[in-house]
């Protein structure tokens, strides 16, 4: 039994075929170019996650490919899980090293007011010792909408956020005595009713928002490249019971990342800590 687990997610930026600006010439149903693939791969080289949650993979074959290439390139993550969620191009996935003990495909989440979480909630568990710890991958809808009555998406964002904190509530209603994660891109700041909705229902604490930086102390995961904006917009948030097995968290910089996607990667360290626990607990 492993004595510590890292896990990594990472938004891909489009890992799919669409209509895209290449080297100055506009293409349609292009794929991710190979330059900006091979830095994605570059850059969870040099990280070595033994989980790796994304966020923007397109259809399955676009993760096999994935797969394949890290296992040509010497790093073989036998295991994955892909959602086939409402959204039809833009896809939840894990890749792992280590055993999935558990994959639950959440594709059809309702919300109160805006239907389905657009892109669903991926669940997955793997083994920390004689534990389980169970990952929820996230990607919460853009501030890209159409709707005038919710400029920049934000209410249909935060009805997301609270559908999955409902689903999250559901399958560990005791968050004090459970072991998991909640990872991914909620497209919002860290003050965010988002956010907020994710880590709390009312006096209920649902999960602690980690604060990881890079090497040069900086604490933002994504670039707009449009307006030169700096913000942060990807999380991992960890349940009380399994914050004390948070070795470190931090986010992963260099030039591979820069050429890979408009976000960077965050990371945790797990470590193994008291009696065994399953999955689950407390249901």
Same mark, same amino acid.
């Given at each position: ?35 900006a693939?091979?830095? =994605? $791969?570059?850059?969870?080289?040099? &990280? @070595?996650?033994?989980? #790796?949650? !994304? ?5 399955? %074959? ?7 290439d ?37 594709a ?40 005038p009555?919710?400029?920049f ?5 935060a ?9 999250? =509530? $559901?399958?560990?209603?005791?968050? &004090? @005595?459970?072991?998991? #994660?909640? !990872? ?5 700041? %860290? ?22 930086t ?35 968290a ?16 965050v990371?945790?360290?797990l ?13």
């Open positions: 039994m492993a004595d510590t687990l890292t896990v990594m997610t990472w938004n891909v930026e489009n890992y799919v075929a669409e209509d895209r600006l290449v080297e100055g010439e506009y293409r349609t149903a292009y794929p991710k170019p190979e330059k693939k091979a830095g =994605l $791969r570059a850059a969870i080289r040099e &990280a @070595r996650p033994e989980v #790796l949650a !994304l966020q923007e993979m397109g259809p399955a %074959p676009y993760l096999e490919e994935l797969q394949r890290l296992a040509a390139e010497g790093l073989a993550y036998e295991q994955r899980a892909w959602l086939d969620g409402p959204d039809p191009e833009r896809h939840l996935a894990v890749l792992a090293r280590v055993p999935l003990v558990r994959v639950v495909e959440h059809q989440v309702p919300t109160r007011r805006h239907g389905l979480v657009r892109r669903g909630v991926l669940e997955v568990s793997v083994a920390l010792g004689a534990r389980e710890v169970t990952l929820f991958v996230v990607h919460l809808k853009s501030r890209h909408t159409d709707a009555a919710d400029p998406a934000a209410a249909q964002r009805g997301e956020a609270e559908a999955v904190r409902d689903l999250v =509530l $559901r399958r560990f209603p005791e968050p &004090a @005595r459970a072991a998991f #994660l909640l !990872l991914g891109d909620c497209n919002d700041s %860290p003050q965010s009713r988002p956010v907020r909705a994710l880590a709390r229902r009312g006096e209920t604490l649902i999960a602690s928002v980690l604060r990881p890079d090497a040069d102390g900086d604490s933002w995961t994504h670039y707009y490249r449009q307006e030169e904006v700096f913000s942060r917009v990807d999380y991992m948030l960890v349940s009380p019971g399994l914050r004390p097995a948070v070795d470190k931090w986010i992963h910089d260099s030039p591979a990342v820069r050429v890979a996607s408009d976000h960077r990667p990371l945790v360290r470590k193994v800590i008291g009696g065994p626990r399953r999955a689950g607990e407390g249901e």
